[in-house]
Nanobody, 127 residues
């Protein structure tokens, strides 16, 4: 198991930027693929972005492609989500998640594969 703590959320105007961080407490951070998900009020939690253990593979939801960038620093046990050109529809609680990838270099886009979750950080984009 790995403990995940998100930070960096807040209130921003449409068109603005935020960078989310997720710190992981584990000695084997590089054994985990990492993902970001979000959940808006009254909606199901949805995939946003994911990154393989090495950072060599990244995946994005169509709704954020070209605006959001996921990255990781294995030396700092941290994954980031840079969010640019934010829109009101990006308003949600953003969750960091992790799943192990023994022997694999991929990251799942399916919520079902993630078994470690943070508490979430609120992102609100005003129009």
């Amino acid at each position: 198991q790995v403990q995940l703590v998100e930070s960096g959320g807040g209130l921003v105007q449409a068109g603005g930027s935020l960078r989310l961080s997720c710190a992981a407490s584990t000695r084997s951070f590089s054994s985990y693929a990492m993902g970001w998900f979000r959940q808006a009020p009254g909606k199901v939690r949805e995939f946003v972005a994911a990154i393989s253990w090495s950072g060599g593979r990244t995946y994005y939801a169509d709704s954020v492609k070209g605006r959001f960038t996921i990255s990781r620093d294995n030396a700092r046990n941290t994954v980031y989500l840079q969010m640019n050109s934010l829109k009101p529809e990006d308003t949600a609680v953003y969750y960091c998640a992790a799943h192990r990838v023994p022997g694999g270099s991929y990251a799942s886009t399916s919520i079902k594969e993630y078994d470690n979750w943070g508490q979430g950080t609120q992102v609100t984009v005003s129009s």
